[in-house]
T-cell receptor
Framework: DGGITQSPKYLFRKEGQNVTLSCEQN?????MYWYRQDPGQGLRLIYY???????QKGDIAEGYSVSREKKESFPLTVTSAQKNPTAFYLC????????????FGPGTRLTVL | QQPVQSPQAVILREGEDAVINCSSS?????VHWYRQKHGEAPVFLMI?????EQKGHEKISASFNEKKQQSSLYLTASQLSYSGTYFC???????????????FGKGTKLSVKP
């Protein structure tokens, strides 16, 4: 089955620790995205990548980092510099272009204590 | 520029109809619609493209007014399963095609009661 997976579903970390969220897709999509979702805010773009070894900042990239070493994988690191990291994080992938739908993973709920 | 959705929330009885609107201050290449149930991933509903092309579920109806930079999602004869938060996302236009990334609105929460 083709799809996009994220792990873990729930994650708890102490303040000041870096944490990495996993995102893998087997849809052969070139583009991958990370969104942050807070209540009442919609989905806000953190980072995106359209090709291996290249990625671009989205609207709220401060305090986050990514890598794209393989087409299938786009991990997100939430660093200690992110002031308010507790949120629901969604990874998505798509074919290139604004006429293609994005496929979302199940999300990771990160809670920083 | 984040698109504006209206209403923010709506409550329906089963069988009633609803319209969700999405408007942008920029010229649009495409409008995407997604539905998200609480704690789950958003699910694709429809894409409306400049020029009139549409991609998506046959049972979902939507419109795209390019001049007004607006889109509307029509939910008819609502069912309990329609409950969730609906998001529109917009790709802005540039010369020759789309640009940038999908920018989502804040969502419209739809509740369908028995």
């Amino acid at each position: 089955d083709g799809g996009i997976t994220q792990s873990p579903k729930y994650l708890f970390r102490k303040e000041g620790q870096n944490v990495t969220l996993s995102c893998e897709q087997n849809l052969n999509h070139d583009a991958m995205y990370w969104y942050r979702q807070d209540p009442g805010q919609g989905l806000r773009l953190i980072y995106y990548s359209q090709i291996v070894n290249d990625f671009q900042k989205g609207d709220i990239a401060e305090g986050y980092s990514v890598s794209r070493e393989k087409k299938e994988s786009f991990p997100l690191t939430v660093t200690s510099a992110q002031k308010n990291p507790t949120a629901f994080y969604l990874c998505a992938s798509s074919m290139l272009g604004g006429n293609n739908e994005q496929f979302f993973g199940p999300g990771t709920r990160l809670t920083v204590l | 520029q984040q698109p504006v959705q209206s209403p923010q929330a709506v409550i329906l009885r089963e069988g009633e109809d609803a319209v969700i609107n999405c408007s942008s201050s920029k010229a649009l290449y495409s409008v995407h619609w997604y539905r998200q149930k609480h704690g789950e991933a958003p699910v694709f509903l429809m894409i409306l493209l400049k020029g009139g092309e549409q991609k998506g579920h046959e049972k979902i109806s939507a419109s795209f007014n390019e001049k007004k930079q607006q889109s509307s999602l029509y939910l008819t004869a609502s069912q309990l399963s329609y409950s969730g938060t609906y998001f529109c996302g917009t790709y802005s236009m540039n010369y020759g095609g789309s640009q940038g990334n999908l920018i989502f609105g804040k969502g419209t929460k739809l509740s369908v009661k028995p």
